[in-house]
């Protein structure tokens, strides 16, 4: 008997799609506008100043993977030393767990260049085609010739600006001033032009249209934030015990913390803030109440007060604790201006959201505590003469009146991992070997017999790390099996930052047998390099 | 019907399906093509393997980190068939094949 083949009727006709709604963000000014302006700044000017600077006659930020080495400021990093490149990726990952912990996500919200780019990318737009509304209207509207200036300006200065990064990307692998060079006479090679497009159009893209989806659908960050986030977490967060019930008022009815009303109950309050988040936000509801009927919007509009909404919580009366649950979820009623929060529910905290969450709805992993909202709220605050504040950075535990403290056991271990291994990485790269000093044995053959006696060859790799020329004096250390170097002793001349990869020749006189061990003595001139290598020598089983 | 308890999520966009396959499998290429060239000098092994080719460093990173992305993408996309509901691909068979 086989299995019933899974179907099931879709009610909608029209495609079952979920496809993204274009997200237009509302200009703000405010604190975490102008830091974030200020780090758009910060981050973007290293990275496009950074490839130009020198340092000591060479390109001060330079990772040269054709010569396997990577220029930073003063230090030098050799594959050898990849070990400090992934310890240096380990720290990296425990200071964005530590500032997670300690202030949310600051990383998507300042410095991410997801979100710096974007930020770039959306000022250039809102320059060429206007603000929100504007570029709403501009989309809607039907091609002609200002649509068609506008949108391929725009594109254009977007595209000069990809290019441009995708330039500096590759200058950071390329001595940029000579990939600069090049550029008139376009004689770049394939792989040059190639890694200059990809990342150009892959900044056009991320930047000019994937955007918040970036952080929604690609991230991995986003998904496993919460992991590190506890009830003392900074957040991003509006404060439903002072904004609810929301609601549009006369003007002069002053702040919630300076009325009888203050602050209402918690339950209450999130029951307030889960009941408006079931229906549209106030900016789509007077499109949507025009398609109601009339008669379902007329009961609500009586205005109610917040002793009789909260009722079922006080368990008083019965007959409302046994109303079905799905009135819970009903939309509210519109309150008396008294009992009004100091939300006005303006919706502007939700047109700024550079990713179009409801903040109101409390903390989402959607949300990039960009602190736009803030900014929003605050300007609507000053107009009403209330006190700033009504969302804010805080933690949800001061959001719910609860005691809250930052330095907790959470923030100590992430701090003193952080500590301990960055002093390790500090250390660590500041004692590097100079010298790295390998000996090699030829794999073709064991040993020859030459006049000599038994020889066996190897190879000599040595990597000078430092800035200034060596000379280095090969020896071997004696042995009881009579094994010499061929030449005696070799001097070796190598240049700064030099890789050198010199055959060396072993003979024994007194016909040495089977595996006799061998050292490598390796000295500077000057004494200050040693290297001891341990080796084998191998002549024939007797 | 669906069996119960079974959740039938609606068909993701193609930009979001080809972005969960090609995103991840671009991270993991790059994070291997680091830590394999960090080890392995392209140069040697091109004279371990294909010592007639003529390559460059650079073009051996590259090559690399296109084979890396090709194997991790393929491993993204064969785990991304596996996770398919099976009402994907039961459907009923085409109009020409039934009594025809």
Redesign the interface.
Request: glycine share 4%; aromatic share 10%; hydrophobic share 35%.
């Given at each position: 008997m086989g299995r019933p083949i899974a179907s099931r009727l879709l009610e909608d006709a029209g495609s079952n799609y979920v496809s993204e709604r274009k997200i237009y963000p509302r200009d703000v000014r405010g604190r975490f506008d102008r830091l974030r302006t200020l780090a758009v700044f910060w981050l973007l000017g290293m990275y496009y100043s950074f490839a130009w600077l020198r340092w000591d006659g060479r390109q001060a930020v330079l990772f040269d993977l054709p010569a396997r080495k990577f220029h930073i400021f003063a230090l030098t990093f050799w594959p050898q030393d990849f070990v400090f490149l992934a310890l240096l990726l380990i720290i990296l990952a425990l200071a964005l767990f530590f500032f997670t912990a300690l202030a949310g996500r600051l990383w998507c919200g300042y410095a991410c260049p997801q979100t710096v780019w974007t930020e770039v990318f959306l000022k250039i737009e809102h320059w060429i085609e206007g603000d929100r509304g504007a570029r709403m209207k501009l989309d809607a509207r039907p091609w002609n010739r200002d649509k068609l200036l506008r949108k391929s300006a725009k594109h254009i200065v977007w595209m000069l600006l990809a290019l441009w990064t995708g330039f500096t990307f590759v200058g950071y692998f390329t001595p940029i001033a000579d990939l600069g060079a090049r550029l008139p006479s376009l004689q770049w090679n394939g792989w040059e032009t190639f890694w200059v497009l990809f990342y150009g159009f892959a900044t056009w893209g991320n930047a000019g249209f994937l955007r918040e989806q970036v952080c929604k659908y690609m991230c991995p960050y986003a998904r496993f934030q919460s992991a590190m986030f506890d009830r003392d977490t900074l957040i991003i967060a509006y404060d439903p015990l002072r904004g609810e019930p929301r609601g549009s008022r006369k003007r002069g009815l002053p702040s919630v913390l300076e009325r009888a009303r203050g602050l209402i109950d918690r339950a209450l309050a999130y029951g307030f803030v889960f009941r408006a988040g079931r229906h549209v936000a106030a900016a789509d509801a007077q499109a949507e109440a025009n398609a109601r009927s009339i008669a379902a919007m007329a009961a609500p509009t009586q205005g109610k007060g917040i002793a009789a909404m909260a009722a079922p919580t006080q368990g008083t009366s019965i007959a409302a604790m046994a109303a079905p649950t799905a009135l819970m979820s009903d939309p509210l009623p519109r309150f008396l201006g008294e009992e009004l929060g100091d939300c006005i529910d303006c919706t502007l905290c939700v047109q700024v959201c550079p990713t179009g969450i409801d903040i109101r709805n409390g903390l989402q992993y959607e949300c990039i505590a960009c602190g736009l909202c803030v900014d929003a709220c605050d300007s609507v605050m000053d107009k009403m003469q209330y006190p700033h504040g009504l969302i804010r950075y805080s933690t949800q535990n001061a959001i719910d009146n609860q005691p809250s403290r930052v330095l907790r056991p959470r923030i100590f271990v992430y701090g003193l991992l952080l500590l301990a291994m960055t002093a390790g990485w500090a250390i660590g790269i500041s004692t590097r070997d100079p010298l790295i000093a390998e000996v090699l044995r030829d794999r073709n053959a064991l040993y020859r017999e030459t006049s000599a006696g038994i020889a066996n060859g190897y190879t000599l790799k040595l990597v000078n790390k430092r800035r200034e020329a060596r000379t280095l004096v090969v020896r071997l250390a004696d042995n009881a099996a009579g094994i010499i170097l061929a030449e005696g002793q070799l001097t070796l001349q190598l240049e700064p930052e030099q890789v050198m990869a010199a055959p060396v020749e072993l003979v024994s006189r007194n016909a040495a047998s089977g595996r006799q061990p061998v050292v490598f003595l390796i000295e500077d001139t000057d004494g200050t390099l040693r290297a001891r290598i341990d080796s084998s020598f191998f002549g024939p089983v007797r | 019907?669906?069996?119960d308890g079974a959740i039938?999520h609606?068909?993701?966009?193609l930009a979001?399906r080809l972005?969960?396959i090609l995103?991840?499998s671009f991270f993991a290429a790059g994070v291997a093509t680091?830590?394999f060239?960090?080890?392995v000098?392209p140069l040697e092994l091109r004279d371990i393997t294909l010592p007639a080719v003529e390559i460059?460093?650079?073009?051996g990173?590259?090559i690399g980190f296109f084979l890396f992305w090709a194997a991790t993408a393929s491993s993204s996309l064969f785990t991304w068939l596996l996770l398919r509901p099976?009402?994907r691909f039961?459907h009923?068979l085409a109009d020409e094949h039934r009594g025809g």
């Open positions: - | 019907m669906i069996e039938d609606p068909p993701r966009p979001q972005g969960a995103w991840p680091m830590v060239f960090a080890l000098d460059t460093r650079s073009m990173y590259s099976p009402s039961t009923p």
